[in-house]
């Protein structure tokens, strides 16, 4: 029997109209002007309301192409649910205004098998927008491809939990048919985010959070899921996916194919002057077999 995950916040976080939304989609896509490649098989994209993150998330979304894929595992950090483990989803199907996404049942089966993950129930799959803000995207690039999607929430995980999650998933990385969609915005700086971290050396506080952003993105790039760690020991970097983040980073060193993340695109979505301003960043990467 279906079990369907409505598209909650489809009419709030962006456009409802089926039309609006692939033309706005294929306007932003068309305006990164990226290549087409069959070696990029992961990404790492934003998830905020569509007028904030739309545009920098279509970095990370032009350069797939869909021909041999045939499984996307969506990677999405919990808001509202707490849990110290990674939750499977007990829909059948994820709606989306453009095109409707089955999820891959055999999959899932497998990896509760393993004794590692839970299930979600609708109403927390239904209220969480990390992974949701990626179907659109997903559904449009893969238009017309039979493609299945695996939903995994990450919980809070302790350290040892994300490397025990990337040895899990790692052999799904070796598999060419797979593809990787990892969900995180970077960092939430200003009051309202309890995070005002400011460096005066590097100038006005946006150029600061660009800083900091960006010595998180080059370590990301380096692969090294310890070195990350440190880097948000040390700095406390407000990345709300800093667990799909390191899970993704610990698949691709127990995996055997070489993956390098590369970022293409970076945006804030306001420029923070003053300690009385807020803002969110947004980076974009792929995911690209190596040699």
């Given at each position: 029997?279906?079990?369907?995950?409505?598209?909650s916040?489809?009419?709030?976080?962006?456009?409802?109209n089926?039309?609006?939304?692939?033309?706005?989609?294929?306007?932003?896509?068309?305006a990164?002007?990226?290549?087409?490649?069959?070696d990029?098989?992961?990404?790492?994209?934003?998830?905020?309301?569509?007028?904030?993150?739309?545009?920098?998330?279509?970095?990370?979304?032009g350069?797939?192409?869909?021909?041999?894929?045939?499984?996307?595992?969506?990677?999405?950090?919990?808001?509202?649910?707490?849990t110290?483990?990674?939750?499977?989803?007990?829909?059948?199907i994820?709606?989306?205004?453009?095109?409707?996404l089955?999820?891959?049942?055999?999959?899932?089966?497998?990896?509760?098998?393993?004794?590692?993950?839970?299930?979600?129930?609708?109403?927390v799959?239904?209220?969480?927008?990390?992974?949701?803000?990626?179907?659109p995207?997903?559904?449009?690039?893969?238009?017309?491809?039979?493609?299945?999607?695996?939903?995994?929430?990450?919980?809070?995980?302790?350290?040892?939990?994300?490397?025990?999650?990337?040895?899990?998933?790692a052999?799904?990385v070796?598999?060419?048919?797979?593809?990787?969609?990892?969900?995180?915005?970077?960092?939430?700086?200003?009051?309202?985010?309890?995070?005002?971290?400011?460096d005066?050396?590097?100038?006005?506080?946006?150029?600061?959070?660009?800083?900091?952003?960006?010595?998180?993105?080059?370590?990301?790039?380096?692969?090294?899921p310890?070195?990350?760690k440190?880097?948000?020991?040390?700095?406390?970097n407000?990345?709300?996916?800093?667990?799909?983040?390191?899970?993704?980073?610990?698949?691709?060193?127990?995996?055997?194919?070489?993956?390098?993340?590369?970022f293409?695109r970076?945006?804030?979505?306001?420029?923070?002057?003053?300690?009385?301003?807020?803002?969110?960043?947004?980076?974009?990467?792929?995911?690209?077999?190596?040699?």
């Open positions: 029997m279906e079990k369907i995950r409505k598209a916040h489809a009419g709030s976080w962006y456009t409802d089926p039309q609006e939304l692939a033309e706005q989609l294929d306007g932003w896509l068309r990164a002007g990226l290549a087409k490649s069959s990029v098989r992961g990404v790492i994209a934003p998830h905020a309301g569509y007028s904030y993150s739309g545009r920098a998330a279509a970095y990370a979304f350069n797939i192409d869909p021909t041999n894929i045939f499984r996307i595992f969506l990677l999405g950090p919990s808001h509202h649910y707490y110290p483990k990674c939750a499977l989803s007990r829909a059948t994820y709606k989306t205004p453009i095109g409707d089955p999820i891959d049942e055999e999959v899932n089966d497998e990896l509760k098998a393993t004794g590692h993950f839970e299930y979600m129930d609708v109403r799959d239904e209220a969480e927008h990390s992974m949701e803000m990626h179907l995207y997903l559904a449009k690039v893969f238009q017309g491809y039979p493609v299945k999607i695996v939903p995994i929430l990450v919980g809070a995980l302790s350290a040892e939990s994300e490397a025990l999650y990337g040895r899990l998933l052999k799904y070796d598999d060419s048919k797979n593809f990787f969609s990892v969900s995180s915005d970077f960092c939430h700086w200003g009051s309202r985010f309890n995070y005002m971290h400011y005066k050396s590097h100038g006005a506080i946006y150029k600061s959070i660009e800083v900091l952003d960006k010595m998180g993105m080059d370590i990301i790039e380096t692969g090294d310890d070195a990350f440190q880097y948000l020991s040390e700095t406390d407000t990345i709300c996916g800093r667990h799909p983040i390191s899970v993704f980073l610990h698949m691709l060193k127990n995996s055997s194919t070489k993956i390098k993340i590369r293409l970076y945006e804030q979505s306001g420029q923070c002057k003053s300690m009385r301003d807020s803002s969110v960043s947004y980076a974009s990467a792929v995911g690209k077999v190596d040699g």
